[in-house]
């Protein structure tokens, strides 16, 4: 079984930064690639970015040009760098993985505010 545990998240003013983390207990990202999802209060849960085994990204609309996504494989770990965020950004962020994109991490609280 794999585990993943994020990191980084916390309370931050609008047009701040953060950097998330995801730590794998095997080498997971490197084979499949990897995904950030997130889940604000009352909606679904959205994808945030992805990256695949041969580092291609992609990044929903809402975070283009904001967010990026990028691996160190060597350490088994995922980052999400955040960027300018915005009160809409607030949600718990997810990291993903899998050959059937099955495992999943517990979250980390992402709260954007003044």
């Known amino acids: 079984q794999v585990q993943l545990v994020e990191s980084g998240g916390g309370l931050v003013q609008p047009g701040g930064s953060l950097r998330l983390s995801c730590a794998a207990s095997?080498?997971?990202?490197?084979?499949?690639?990897a995904n950030w999802y997130r889940q604000a209060p009352g909606k679904q849960r959205e994808l945030v970015a992805l990256i695949t085994s041969d580092y291609y990204t992609n990044y929903a609309d809402s975070v283009k040009g904001r967010f990026t996504i990028s691996r160190d494989d060597a350490l088994r770990e995922l980052y999400l760098q955040m960027t300018d965020l915005k009160p809409e950004d607030t949600a718990v962020y997810y990291c993903?993985?899998?050959?059937?994109?099955?495992?999943w991490g517990q979250g980390t609280q992402v709260t954007v505010s003044s």
């Open positions: 993903n993985t899998g050959s059937e994109d099955q495992y």
């Open positions: 095997a080498e997971v990202f490197a084979i499949y690639g």
